[in-house]
């Protein structure tokens, strides 16, 4: 198992393995002293080069749940994707800053502390 920890822009990065059905993938964390914990589950595997950027309008498909429990509070899987513009203030601050530098198909797990929420 390989693990790296550099500093991005304040962050605390380390690449874990982890088994996802059946495969081992390698998955890149970045801690943040604001409490935020950004992890690249999959990345697009074309890299599109539109970046969700701050004044983007992005539309994600989420599922939101209890670190504590894992009890699921909301998802977008039962209904149409959610649309907003990032940065803009209409989401809570973890999804201004988590969603931003995402491209086309990527999937991350935001751990959002509340006051980011």
Known sequence: ???????DNGAEVNLKKTVDIGAEVNVRVRKFSNGLVIE??????ERVSILATPGSTVLISYV??????GLVFESSFSKPPFLFKLGAGEVIKGWDIGINGMRIGDKRRLTIPPSLA
């Open 1 to 7: 198992m390989k693990t790296t920890v550099e500093l």
């Open 40 to 45: 690249d589950l999959e990345l697009n595997p």
């Open 64 to 69: 939101g749940q209890l670190k504590c429990n």
